[in-house]
């Protein structure tokens, strides 16, 4: 029985300018403490992409894995759209 603790996100394309990396814009909506509307949060996630697959306003999915370099701590799972 193996089990898979590995976090998936979905986000949007920002770069792919550098080699066999792209970077991911994720984003998340949350209610604000003080106003109690909902505010859109992003964060980056560098990610890893063998094959240089994805491009600029790709929608993708990424999973967690291994460090492959001192910001890389995702890999390119699928291309949405």
């Given at each position: 029985m193996?089990?898979?603790?590995?976090?998936t996100?979905?986000g949007?394309?920002?770069?792919?300018?550098t080699?066999?990396?792209?970077?991911?814009?994720v984003?998340?909506k949350?209610?604000?403490?003080?106003?109690?509307?909902f505010?859109?949060?992003?964060?980056k996630?560098?990610?890893?992409?063998?094959?240089?697959?994805?491009?600029?306003g790709?929608?993708v999915?990424?999973?967690e894995s291994?460090?492959?370099?001192?910001?890389?701590?995702w890999?390119?799972?699928?291309?949405?759209?």
């Amino acid at each position: 029985m193996s089990t898979n603790f590995k976090r998936t996100l979905s986000g949007v394309v920002v770069s792919d300018k550098t080699n066999k990396t792209i970077v991911v814009r994720v984003e998340r909506k949350m209610m604000h403490p003080k106003y109690n509307k909902f505010v859109t949060k992003s964060k980056k996630y560098h990610a890893h992409d063998e094959n240089e697959q994805a491009s600029e306003g790709d929608v993708v999915t990424i999973i967690e894995s291994r460090p492959h370099s001192a910001l890389k701590r995702w890999e390119l799972v699928s291309i949405q759209k």
